[in-house]
């Protein structure tokens, strides 16, 4: 059903109907006022969690329920793919980690050896220093003229001097070794210190790498826990948002069950209603007929032909209220219940507290509280174009026509209240032919 421009569906729009003594509702009674529409709609919002209409065209509490568990359950996707997400990332950064450590420790072990190096060439250096110095030093005492000299005074053989240059030649050549050496050693030491510095630019670019993917898996670490601990706090929630759409489609299931079960009980009734209803005016036309031959034969000519009971079918049915429909009669496709449900009557908006007028001339045959229709009131219009009419009237805040009473076309019969299964003001308007719910616009 729907008022102000939002429909409210009631589940099925079924009857909830008790029939006792011939009459649709046993409580309240045919003539006793009807109870304060405010506190029965209070009383019935809080029994029913406040679910207002069906979720193809309002917000209703399973309507509600569902959408929060399939936000939930979107909601569950995203985390876990963010959570699936930095859980490879931090993966990555585990094996980032562990190169950059593999680089560090080959880098400090490449500056150990490095350092190694460069002492054992300093070392060298000082060893090969000190040769040269005593190598030079002899060489210089081996290269004085006197040497030369002496040999000659002290009468030396040819021989003797002979062997004097060579020795001195060979000094002078230890000498030259002594210093090739030196600068070898020299030169070694320079390409240690070299592969030293490297070893420490590398070493520390190693560090800092390393203290980079230790930072990011940290930091990942705490991101991964942070969504698992989020992806688990959803699931729980999803969890008892799928139990509480799950118990609400179960109500609801239960509730349009137990409903059309019953609007098809009354359908029958009401469709017995009509049968004994034409009975009737067949058996009064059989006795009008039965006079007319009789008449006919004492007075010595034809029967006449008798007409049926008067129709009261004088133009139909007129608007209960001269407004605009917010919702048409017709089947809906329940989006969760994947079932087709009836809204069985036209939906007029209006104010709560707006004049409604009967359809036609009738008897008010029932009026009474129900939970899904609210304060309901029936009228009989007898038959209408050869069919039997009834029409009845919804959501009323209160009424004004009283049950047996005969009302005429246009005459005010209640008041356009929300009680029952309805989510503002309106009226619901039904109308059954021959015992069955019809489309009220056939007959407006």
């Not at 729009?13 to 409580?27: F, I, K």
């Not at 009064?284 to 006079?291: G, T």
Request: charged share 25%; with cysteine.
């Amino acid at each position: 059903m729907r008022s102000q421009g939002r429909q409210t569906v009631v589940a099925a729009c079924c009857l909830v109907l008790s029939l006792s003594a011939g009459v649709l509702a046993a409580v309240p009674s045919a003539q006793a006022d009807p109870p304060d529409p405010a506190q029965k709609k209070k009383e019935l919002d809080t029994k029913i969690g406040k679910s207002k209409a069906e979720l193809a065209e309002a917000a209703d509490q399973l309507g509600s329920a569902v959408a929060a568990y399939t936000d939930a359950d979107a909601k569950l996707k995203v985390v876990e793919v963010r959570y699936a997400a930095a859980q490879g990332r931090l993966a990555a950064a585990k094996a980032a980690d562990a190169v950059a450590a593999g680089k560090l420790a080959a880098a400090e072990r490449s500056l150990r050896d490095a350092v190694s190096e460069v002492e054992a060439g300093q070392q060298q250096i000082v060893e090969k220093r000190a040769a040269a110095g005593k190598a030079v030093r002899s060489a210089y005492q081996q290269q004085n003229s006197l040497v030369g000299l002496s040999i000659a005074l002290q009468g030396a053989a040819p021989t003797d001097v002979a062997t004097g240059l060579q020795v001195q030649r060979n000094v002078f050549g230890i000498q030259s070794n002594a210093i090739t050496n030196l600068n070898n050693a020299q030169a070694q030491l320079a390409s240690k210190q070299a592969k030293l510095t490297a070893a420490e630019q590398s070493a520390a670019a190693a560090r800092a790498e390393a203290a980079r993917t230790v930072k990011q898996v940290t930091e990942l670490t705490k991101q991964v826990a942070a969504d698992k601990a989020e992806a688990q706090a959803v699931t729980t929630q999803k969890q008892i948002l799928y139990k509480r759409a799950e118990r609400e489609k179960i109500s609801e299931q239960t509730e349009y069950n137990s409903l059309l079960a019953e609007r098809n009980r009354v359908e029958q009734i009401l469709i017995a209603r009509a049968r004994a209803e034409k009975a009737a005016a067949a058996r009064r036309k059989a006795a009008r007929e039965k006079a007319e031959r009789d008449k006919a034969r004492r007075e010595g000519r034809p029967p006449r032909p008798v007409p049926n009971d008067p129709d009261n079918g004088d133009g139909g049915l007129s608007k209960p209220i001269d407004t605009y429909i917010t919702s048409p009669f017709g089947m809906r496709f329940h989006p969760i219940l994947h079932v087709w449900k009836l809204h069985d009557g036209t939906d007029f908006g209006a104010g709560c507290g707006t004049p409604i007028r009967a359809a036609a001339s009738g008897r008010v045959t029932d009026k009474y509280y129900n939970g899904g229709y609210g304060n309901r009131l029936f009228i009989s219009h007898g038959v209408i174009d050869g069919s039997s009419i009834t029409t009845v009237y919804n959501h009323l805040s209160r009424y004004k026509a009283r049950v047996g009473e005969h009302v005429t076309r246009g005459e005010i019969i209640g008041y356009v209240g929300t009680t029952g299964y309805s989510t503002g003001c309106h009226l619901h308007f039904m109308v059954y032919q021959d015992g069955r719910l019809v489309n009220p616009m056939k007959w407006l």
